[in-house]
């Protein structure tokens, strides 16, 4: 007989409270430092004043991030295991970090102490709630009464129809993480250059194209999300923003009247902060199952 499965994931997966609880995720931290302090992308049941967060960003404080701490990890892997359960872990995408990869060393330790157990795991290939997006996907076949082996199998069949489309506003933090050149990002912003991304196969972010001011941009995603999105119009939206919350608004607005998808069906977060560290604020992008990447 099969036992009960636990889904777990990561911080960067930017899953709401409510559905951490509703649904029994458990998740690891990734965590970040400002001016060498440390702190954690999430705490269980802790709220994040992340405008504030936002605000040292434009400021231009030294943000950087590491890691899920392998020793929390284990600990969380083997309280599960120890209670009888089985293990489903979604990672963040292997193209932006090494955390799964870092984590499947742990895993691989656990398959060889609980032999017995199921413990599966999956590059989602995915970030933020993207991650997140794949993450519901999988809850929703486990309410469904769907087995483990079979949601791993629908998981990894799916994750490459999981589109993000995004834009960042200030091409600083791009330029700070080594994504474009520094004469890139001054002329970009000297021009009021947007670019327009998405995270392709391997998981990794990929330019797609430049447009010259926000609305433009916002616009350009709406427009990739009719090209891509599958038939589907009643499968959940998520949109994430780093702190632009009428741009998210706008984005809901548009996609509602051009793809006549539900508001009740649009989901809007806030970007974490080790995500968002990397994007900056005013970074806006939308996440939905559609026929390619």
Request: hydrophobic share 40%; with cysteine.
């Amino acid at each position: 007989m099969q036992k009960d499965y636990v889904i777990v994931t990561d911080s960067t997966a930017n899953l709401p409270e409510e559905m951490i609880e509703k649904y029994g995720v458990e998740v690891l931290s990734l965590n970040y430092y400002v001016d060498g302090k440390e702190y954690k992308g999430y705490e269980k049941g802790k709220k994040m004043d992340l405008s504030a967060f936002y605000d040292m960003m434009r400021e231009k404080k030294e943000i950087t991030t590491s890691l899920v701490n392998l020793q929390e990890a284990e600990e969380l892997f083997e309280r599960l295991l120890s209670a009888g359960n089985n293990i489903f872990y979604i990672g963040f995408s292997s193209g932006l970090s090494g955390t799964y990869q870092a984590l499947e060393m742990v895993l691989d330790e656990m398959r060889e102490k609980y032999p017995e157990q199921a413990i599966y795991s999956v590059d989602s290939l995915a970030a933020a709630l993207g991650e997140g997006l794949l993450v519901y996907h999988a809850l929703q076949n486990r309410e469904k009464g769907m087995s483990l082996e079979e949601n791993v199998q629908w998981v990894t069949d799916n994750r490459l129809h999981l589109c993000h489309w995004f834009s960042v506003d200030d091409l600083f933090f791009l330029k700070r993480g080594g994504r474009i050149s520094s004469t890139t990002a001054i002329v970009g912003t000297a021009l009021n250059i947007k670019p327009v991304l998405h995270v392709d196969d391997e998981g990794h972010l990929i330019a797609v194209s430049n447009v010259r001011g926000r609305k433009k941009a916002l616009d350009a995603l709406v427009k990739h999300m009719e090209e891509t999105i599958s038939q589907d119009k009643d499968q959940p939206v998520y949109i994430s923003h780093g702190d632009c919350l009428e741009d998210a608004e706008y984005l809901v607005d548009r996609i509602n009247k051009k793809l006549s998808i539900d508001k009740e069906n649009i989901m809007v977060g806030i970007l974490d902060p080790v995500i968002g560290s990397h994007s900056g604020p005013g970074t806006i992008a939308v996440f939905f199952l559609g026929t390619e990447r």
